[in-house]
């Protein structure tokens, strides 16, 4: 299959990327995807605008210094992760034939998603989608989820404690980026 992605300088993009069979190992597993995190800035140079971990996937808006490591970035998180992750932890893990031959730990979907920001509207919505995530998925308040970046904007008054009630979720949910 032949993806297109667009590489445009000083770009924010917008990824999501999955485990395995939406495995639920992101959460009890949070350290190491910190870790993963920390090795791929010493690596390549980006800023994470907004970030949310879920139990089975991550959404997050990052600028990327050099735009065309993006895909670099991802790749080296999931690498650090899926080789400091240990598999016994994991229901149902086992590799396919494919998965073998191709050194892979089945950990991560293949690919993930991407969306280059066009306009600060475009933005914005991305941003209240990340910060809603949990309560589309969850139905816990952005403000009690632990793993985003949601009180970093109520800290710098971009959001009220408060915000995105379930009359929200509905206005909200209309965008799906998974």
């Known amino acids: ?105 089945d950990i991560w979907q293949r690919r993930y998603w991407e969306h280059t920001i066009v306009d600060q509207e475009d933005l914005y919505k991305h941003i209240d989608y990340i910060h809603f995530n949990p309560m589309k998925h969850y139905e816990i308040y952005p403000k009690d989820w632990l793993y985003s970046s949601f009180k970093k904007f109520v800290q710098n008054g971009y959001y009220e404690l408060n915000w995105c009630n379930f009359d929200d979720k509905y206005k909200i949910n209309e965008l799906n980026y998974e």
Do not use: W
């Not at 870790?35 to 800035?41: G, L, R, T």
């Open 1 to 105: 299959m032949n993806y297109k992605r667009l590489f445009i300088p000083n770009s924010i993009v917008f990824i999501t990327f999955v485990t395995s069979k939406r495995r639920e190992i992101l959460q009890c597993n949070i350290e190491i995807l910190r870790q993963s995190f920390i090795e791929a800035s010493n690596k390549y140079e980006f800023k994470i605008i907004a970030i949310c971990v879920l139990k089975n996937h991550v959404h997050m808006l990052i600028k990327p210094v050099n735009i065309n490591e993006y895909p670099l970035i991802i790749k080296e998180i999931k690498i650090n992760f899926s080789k400091k992750i240990d598999i016994t932890t994991i229901k149902d893990y086992n590799l396919s034939k494919s998965q073998i031959k191709k050194g892979e730990k």
